[in-house]
C-alpha cells in the first residue's frame, strides 16, 4: 500500500500507480483511474528523477504500507 502526501501538503492519497507527465507527477488512483497531481518540477528530469526516488522507497519497504512525501523542488 503507498499513501503519497503531496508537494502542496494539502493531501494523503492512496495511490495504485506513479506516473511522470512532462514536469508533474500524477497518481492514479482506484478502478476508476482517477488521477491527481502530486507534484510539479523544474523540469521532466526532475521529475524522473523522484520517481526513481519514490520506486527505491517501494523497494526497500516491499510488503509494508509505505507514506512517500513529495520534495518541493
Known amino acids: 500500500m503507498l499513501w503519497i502526501f503531496t508537494q502542496n501538503q494539502q493531501s494523503l492519497v492512496h495511490v ?3 506516473t511522470v507527465q ?3 507527477i500524477e ?3 482506484g478502478n476508476d483511474s482517477w488521477t ?3 507534484g510539479k518540477y523544474d523540469s521532466s528530469d ?3 528523477e523522484i ?3 519514490i520506486v527505491k522507497t517501494v523497494e526497500e519497504n516491499q510488503g ?5 512525501r ?3 523542488q
Open 51 to 53: 520517481l526513481q526516488d
Open 16 to 18: 495504485n500507480e506513479v
Open 64 to 68: 509494508a504500507s509505505i507514506t512517500y
Open 70 to 72: 513529495m520534495p518541493h
Open 36 to 38: 491527481k497531481t502530486l
Open 27 to 29: 497518481g492514479i488512483m
Open 46 to 48: 526532475r521529475a524522473g
Open 22 to 24: 512532462g514536469k508533474k
